[in-house]
């Protein structure tokens, strides 16, 4: 049995630490290892289920993105006012821009499309906004005349309620022939 000392007033006050034997303290061992293990598991899970969402919204940004330039290819109006959110603005390298409005019409008037293809795509995600960057070759007919360039573009998405809409494109001047 163990004995219990008086404690005096002249004595050092002792830490709760100190009055506990080896063996009680190494009782909570178990219980903090465990909790350690939990919180581990957690933060590991957090962190995946994190970067596969991520790695879902660069998937679905680059679908849509690919699906909106088909439309503009097609002239499928339809699909386009789907994407396109309605407050939509694209600024061309040479500084004009068009609106959702505009971009409709277009594709109403019917240009006559052989290429309108990303060569080169590259999306990017922080949080609920997307840029996808991409090089674009355009070759088509519009109004009698022809015209076939790349050009490199930013197109930025925003994820909505109605899920994500594209707000904001601007390009570059067409690149020259050469090392396009």
Known sequence: ?????????????????????????????????????????????????????????????????????????????????????DDFVLVTGSGKTFTKADMLEDARRGDIYQQNDEEVQTVRVWGDTAVVTAKLWEKYTSNGKSFDHKFWFSDTYVRTRAGWKYVFGQSSLPLPNSGQ
């Open 1 to 85: 049995m163990k004995r219990m000392r008086p404690i005096s007033a002249s004595a050092p006050a002792q830490s709760a630490d100190a009055k506990m034997t080896v063996p009680a303290r190494l009782s909570y061992l178990p219980s903090v290892l465990a909790m350690g293990l939990a919180l581990g598991l957690i933060l590991t899970t957090a962190k995946r289920a994190a970067s596969a969402s991520v790695d879902d919204d660069r998937k679905t940004v680059a679908a849509l993105d690919t699906e909106y330039q088909a439309a503009v290819k097609r002239n499928d109006a339809m699909t386009m006012a789907r994407i396109l959110a």
